[in-house]
């Protein structure tokens, strides 16, 4: 059983920037994707960023593409996004997810192949 812990979100002023982490143990990560989600208050979960099991391709929403940044380290069992250029709309709660024997070497923005999930970390962007 993978369980996933995010870190690292907090309050930043606009334009500025956070890294946030997801720390996985459990399970070895190589035949996981990851993905990290988002909830504002008020609305949906949507996706932002996936990474596939080799590394790559990865893919972003359009609303943060050239912003935010996804890698993985499968040797220190951690995902991680860096956030940066940060706006209010970027407020929201942000979720890790694994998806287990994804389609090798793609990740896939569908909520419903995700598989685990962590607690989720606030981020809060003030303007």
């Known amino acids: 059983q993978l369980q996933l812990v995010e870190s690292g979100g907090g309050l930043v002023q606009t334009g500025g920037s956070l890294r946030l982490s997801c720390a996985a143990s459990g399970m070895t990560l190589e035949y996981y994707a990851f993905a990290w989600f988002r909830q504002a208050p008020g609305k949906g979960r949507e996706a932002v960023s996936c990474?596939?099991?080799?590394?790559?391709?990865?893919n972003y929403a359009d609303s943060v593409k050239g912003r935010f940044t996804i890698s993985r380290d499968n040797a220190k069992n951690m995902v991680y996004l860096q956030m940066n250029s940060l706006k209010p709309e970027d407020t929201a709660v942000y979720y890790c997810?694994?998806?287990?024997?994804?389609?090798?070497?793609?990740?896939?923005?569908?909520?419903?192949?995700?598989?685990?999930w962590g607690q989720g970390t606030q981020v809060t962007v003030s303007s």
């Open positions: 990474i596939s099991d080799r590394g790559r391709p990865t």
């Open positions: 997810a694994a998806n287990w024997r994804p389609y090798p070497g793609a990740c896939l923005f569908v909520e419903g192949l995700y598989d685990f």
